[in-house]
């Protein structure tokens, strides 16, 4: 019963989220992608479970979750190189970014 309701209010929750999606001022602005256009539609198909669908929206969306949820974990429980460690990952996140971004501004 408990994993009906869980599911059941995933599907609600991707369905609100679909509706409410919060347009890209840099977009809007200039009308030009920013380097984060596509994170909230590649994060709604990774929540529905469809990764090739996600990756292909946006890459650096997994990359990204993965960096926010270790930077909270590390800053939650004491680690002895928490701020050497955090720093490596969003160089190399940030990276990631930039150059997923580049391949579509100038490839695509």
């Given at each position: 019963m408990f994993i009906i309701f869980i599911f059941c209010s995933l599907i609600n929750l991707v369905g609100w989220l679909q509706n409410h999606l919060i347009p890209?001022?840099?977009k809007a602005l200039t009308g030009?992608?920013?380097p984060g256009c596509g994170f909230q539609r590649s994060f709604i198909a990774l929540m529905q479970?469809?990764?090739s669908k996600s990756w292909s929206?946006?890459?650096p969306t997994i990359p990204l979750l993965?960096?926010?949820i270790t930077a909270g974990l590390l800053y939650k429980f004491q680690f002895k190189q928490r701020s050497f460690t955090i720093k490596i990952l969003v160089m190399v996140v940030?990276?990631?970014v930039m150059i997923c971004y580049l391949q579509k501004m100038f490839f695509s």
């Amino acid at each position: 019963m408990f994993i009906i309701f869980i599911f059941c209010s995933l599907i609600n929750l991707v369905g609100w989220l679909q509706n409410h999606l919060i347009p890209c001022p840099f977009k809007a602005l200039t009308g030009i992608d920013c380097p984060g256009c596509g994170f909230q539609r590649s994060f709604i198909a990774l929540m529905q479970g469809d990764l090739s669908k996600s990756w292909s929206l946006y890459p650096p969306t997994i990359p990204l979750l993965f960096l926010f949820i270790t930077a909270g974990l590390l800053y939650k429980f004491q680690f002895k190189q928490r701020s050497f460690t955090i720093k490596i990952l969003v160089m190399v996140v940030g990276n990631f970014v930039m150059i997923c971004y580049l391949q579509k501004m100038f490839f695509s």
